[in-house]
């Protein structure tokens, strides 16, 4: 099965490593896709896990797109900027 979520504050590699390595903790998901370009998370599993997945990604501060609005999306966007650097600081060394 094939799920995909269009997220807000998606930015760059340590966000997209963030999303990928916390989902992945999910049993049910085997595989995820992060397009960082159209912020799009697209999940591989064998049941439905979107409801956990978007309460996940909206717990890293990567809400569902339109979900938020007003001072909850700054406080979502703050959210994000830790998890980013969460997901820089665990990101495997090239080369």
Do not use: W
């Not at 799920?3 to 085997?30: D, F, H, P, W, Y």
């Amino acid at each position: 099965m094939q799920t995909r979520i269009e997220v807000e504050n998606i930015r760059c590699g340590g966000c997209a490593n963030t999303i990928s390595k916390k989902l992945m903790e999910n049993e049910q998901i085997q595989a995820v896709d992060v397009d960082i370009e159209h912020q799009v998370v697209t999940l591989h599993s064998s049941e439905a896990v979107r409801d956990a997945a978007v309460q996940t990604l909206f717990g890293l501060g990567y809400p569902e797109r339109g979900s938020v609005e007003g001072l909850a999306s700054l406080k979502e966007k703050a959210r994000s900027v830790v998890s980013c650097a969460i997901g820089r600081i665990d990101m495997p060394k090239k080369g």
